[in-house]
């Protein structure tokens, strides 16, 4: 469990502060912001969907992020309800990490899930 919990803490820290920064710097300018060269929550599948990126788009992120921080917490203390809290958060992180083309989302997320399903198969979560 606590390298699931270090999966959890790195999606959502590592998505969630750049996604609170791309958040304002979009409310302000109005632009995705860009780090280098690249759009960090822009130009993926949400655009195709049509659905264009938005301040509250990215803020959604960020508020499934800071879930994703308190699961991460959870799976750290070994509290009971943390591996099911992690496989529901799942679709919804999906979603975001697709509509947003995240590359490194879906493999963390998903190394994550298969340490607790492991965990739940054998009776150490």
């Known amino acids: ?19 609170a920064y791309g958040a304002w710097f979009y409310a302000r300018t109005g632009e995705v912001w860009t780090f280098l060269g690249f759009p960090t929550y822009g130009g993926g599948s949400f655009e195709r969907w049509g659905w264009p990126t938005s301040a509250a788009l990215l ?11 308190g699961v991460g917490v959870l799976l750290w203390r070994d509290a009971p309800a943390a591996p099911w809290l992690t496989l529901a958060l799942l679709p919804v992180e999906l979603v975001f990490w697709i509509g947003f083309a995240l590359p490194f989302g879906p493999p963390l997320g998903l190394a994550r899930t298969a340490l607790v399903v492991a965990a739940l198969v054998t009776g150490d979560a």
């Open 1 to 19: 469990m606590t390298a699931a919990a270090a999966c959890s803490l790195v999606l959502g820290l590592g998505f969630g502060l750049p996604g």
């Open 59 to 69: 803020l959604g992120f960020v508020a499934v992020c800071v879930a994703e921080v």
